[in-house]
Structure formats: C-alpha cells, structure tokens
C-alpha cells in the first residue's frame, strides 16, 4: 500500500468517525423528542378527558336551561291570564261605577 492510498484510508476513517458521531448525536435528539413526544400525547389525553368532562356538564346545563324555558312560559302564560282577570274585573267595576 503507498502513502497516497494509506492517507486516503486515514481520510476516510476520520469521516466515517464524524459521521458515526453525528449519527450518535442525532439518534440521541431523536429519543429526547420521543420522550417529549410521549409526555405531550399524556397532556393531550388529559386535555381530552377535560373536554369531555366538561362537555358533560354543559350538556346538564343545557337541559336544565331548557327545563327553566318550558317552565318560565309556564308562568308567563299564567301572569298573563291573571292580568287579563283583573283587567277584566277592573272593567267590569269601572262600568258598574259608571252606571250609578
């Protein structure tokens, strides 16, 4: 083997060696992201478990809303009638009054 083809080889082992040490350190990154990865889907499942807890409640709300609505045109309707029967008592007393 002459010089040229020795230095050559020496060349070669040197990259392969930056390569090998840039591969390590990229496989290193890699499993800090997968980590960070994992630790990220766990606080976005309990996010979802939020979600979902608080969807629940709104849908009570909301029927509990709806109940109040029904029962609140209840009682509108039942004012109404008892101000049209004093309206109607009122009338009836005021031409009473004006046939005297």
Known sequence: MDVETSD????LRGDIRRVDRTVKGVA??????NAKLTTVDAKLATVDTQFATVDGKLSVIDAKLD???VHTHVLNEAVRDDIRMVAEA???????SSTR
């Open 8 to 11: 050559a080889i020496e060349t």
């Open 28 to 33: 290193s990154q890699v499993v800090e992201i």
């Open 67 to 69: 109940e109040l609505r």
């Open 90 to 96: 009122v009338a009836v007393l005021a031409a009473k």
